[in-house]
């Protein structure tokens, strides 16, 4: 389960490049692709939830877990001001990215650690 987390995860941080890039460029994002990357990021977390609860995961894949919840806080930040028809501040998309990479390393060397 943890495994297609990665992959799920690895999809919307595809998507959360874009985003970035638009921002960075002073742009809106997509609406459309935004709400991709929300629900990826969604679907991501609840792949792991789903995995605490019925089979345990180690303490690593828990902490993983509160990082990238961390990181979707700061998503729903990001869409309130997208919300606003403004464009993120730079810094709020570098601590959003920075925290989803971190949980997304986490969640990774679980996975690679267990295969």
Do not use: C, D, E, K
Not at 35 to 42: D, I
Not at 89 to 110: E, I, K, M, Y
Request: hydrophobic share 65%.
């Amino acid at each position: 389960m943890l495994t297609y987390a990665v992959i799920v995860f690895a999809i919307g941080a595809l998507g959360g490049l874009v985003l970035a890039s638009s921002v960075l460029q002073g742009r809106l994002a997509p609406w459309a692709l935004s709400l991709l990357h929300a629900a990826l990021g969604a679907i991501g977390l609840l792949l792991v939830i789903y995995a605490a609860i019925t089979t345990g995961i180690s303490h690593t894949a828990l902490t993983a877990l509160i990082v990238l919840a961390v990181a979707a806080l700061g998503g729903f930040y990001l869409a309130s001001i997208h919300l606003r028809n403004q464009v993120a501040p730079r810094q709020v998309v570098f601590v959003h990215a920075g925290v989803a990479v971190v949980g997304f390393l986490t969640l990774l060397g679980v996975v690679i650690r267990v295969l």
